[in-house]
């Protein structure tokens, strides 16, 4: 149906023809050819740098992977995010989580309504709230100072602020602590709530739409233990709500005083510049948060200003179409080299296969070409030790991204030399490659007979021309942080543009919910013999066979 065929726009033409010169030339020959070749595919932007030199590219590929940002219209699109324009066209909303890290003066309208007074305003109450909490000033019910902060929330509503508070963990304040709650699964709770003491522990029911099953589950068996011990009177001092539906936070109990509002033109995987990111607040300090703003405007301005050939998230949108669409390679990974990015992987496969995980364009067609790849990662060099195998030596390249700080907040010994030298050699090694003859000549060089030269010269050698990026800066910081989630968000966004997909909604996620709806009354016994696939049906009888 899609993914094959490519669709035949002048543009897309000249790609597939690249691509045939292309795919015949090696990397290797690149770098030789010309010594300017880092510097030439190099971009830089307020400290943080990317190296897109390591890719199958050259002049042509890049002036023909322009040529296609120019035929979709690209510059005319991200005029209509920044003002405002309904570009989430399934839902007909304005998609301006640009605004809530707007750091200049500009009013930015949707629905003809200049939505930065509202955005200022609710940043304000972060910042009373979160300095009254970090300096003890509102107290839990028994007068004690809350110390542990429980983000209760899925998705975009924990994702995000979950990753940045890992990533800025140098810069909680002392003597406070988050923690996360996501999982519908009761272990995600029990293990949480084992730990707190209820007199000091404030819980944040973080949910867009305030309906999603699991965070209200969740925060229903948070509010039971915290009055099973305090009372229900305690619920006012514990219990804050970061929503866009007042009604249901009402309905669950929260004071919408004690409500910290954003709005439908945010979307879930786009949220933690609003309200979502509360606890980062509370956690790092509302200075630290707005230097995370800073960062990501700064990206904003760049994306928004910078000519195509040097607009950072353009370029890194292109090269993913490039192997996306002209490779045929649906796959990509991300690793940082910073033990407190380790959860940066996980927030990108929301950001990116939330938002270009889609099947039907604009116009309604089922989509001509493949849309957004698969996206997986982990932390190096732990992942070097695990899936980089493959990454060298399996059949199929995977396009890698290195993200890298110069400087570790723990700077301890030759720890971070090693971790950056290894880094280096990843991005070396995979488009270097080693040939069979370069293998065989080690093998001799080690003392190896003939015969064991020719058994081993394949296993070792590496086919090389695998491509990577690496966005390099100097430290893990609230600023470089905003840069960086800024410019993968952009980066999804333009792929969503060249591909002609909605990158905004997510109908891909209700029909699983709709059907375990169904289920839940049967794993219950209340409903007996309702009709599913065999499958299904034989599943649910051994699964309460089980739960007996
Ligand atoms: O599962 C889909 C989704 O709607 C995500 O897009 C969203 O981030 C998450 O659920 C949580 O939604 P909410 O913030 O409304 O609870």
Known sequence: MFGLKSNKSKAWKKLEQEYKRMKKVEMRALFAADKKRAQKYTLHQNGLTLDYSKN????????????????????????????????????????????????????????????????REVLNKMKNFSEAVR??????????????????????????????????????????????????????????LGGLNPETTLFIVASKTFTTIETLTNAKTCRKWLIDSLGEHAVAKHFVALSTNKTEVKKFGINPENMFEFWDFVGGRYSVWSAIGLIVCIAVGFENFEKLLDGAFDMD??????????????????????????????????????????????????????????????????????????LFGGAGTNVQHSFFQLLHQGTEPVPVDFVVPAISHNEIGEHHSILLSNVLAQGEALMKGKTIAEAAEELRKAGKS??????????????????????????????????????????????????????????????????????????????????????????IKEVKSLRR
């Not at 905004?504 to 009709?531: H, R, S, T």
């Open 56 to 119: 199958c590219i050259d002049d042509k590929v890049m002036s023909a992977l322009l040529g296609l940002a120019k035929e979709r219209g690209v510059a005319q699109k991200i005029k209509d995010m920044f003002e405002g324009k309904e570009i989430n066209f399934t839902e007909n909303r304005s998609v301006l989580h640009i605004a809530l890290r707007n750091r200049g003066k500009s009013q930015i309208f949707s629905d003809g309504k200049d939505v930065m007074p509202q955005i």
């Open 135 to 192: 300096l003890g000033k509102f107290k839990g019910a028994t007068g004690k100072k809350l110390t542990d902060i429980v983000n209760i929330g899925i998705g975009g509503s924990d994702l995000g602020p979950f990753m940045v508070c890992e990533a800025l963990k140098k810069y909680w304040a002392k003597g406070i602590r988050c923690h996360f709650i996501s999982n519908i699964d009761g272990t995600a709770c029990a293990e949480v």
């Open 301 to 374: 301005e760049h994306f928004r200003k910078a000519a195509p050939e040097s607009n950072m998230p353009l370029i890194l949108a292109l090269l993913g179409v490039w192997y996306n669409n002209f490779y045929n390679i649906h796959r990509y990974a991300v690793i940082p080299y910073d033990q407190y990015l380790q959860y940066l992987p996980s927030y990108l496969q929301q950001l990116d296969m939330e938002s270009n995980g889609k099947s039907v364009d604009k116009e309604n067609n089922f989509v001509k070409c493949a849309t957004g790849p698969v």
């Open 450 to 539: 003939k015969k064991e030269v020719d058994a081993l010269k394949k296993y070792k050698s590496f086919t090389g021309n695998r491509p990577s990026n690496t966005l390099l800066f100097k430290k893990i910081d609230p600023f470089a942080l905003g840069q960086l989630i800024a410019l993968y968000e952009h980066k999804v966004f333009v792929q969503g543009i060249i591909w002609n997909i909605n990158s905004f909604d997510q109908m891909g996620v209700e029909l699983g919910k709709q059907l375990a709806l169904n289920i839940l009354p049967e794993l219950q016994g209340k409903v007996l013999n309702a009709k599913h696939d065999s499958s299904t049906m034989a599943l």
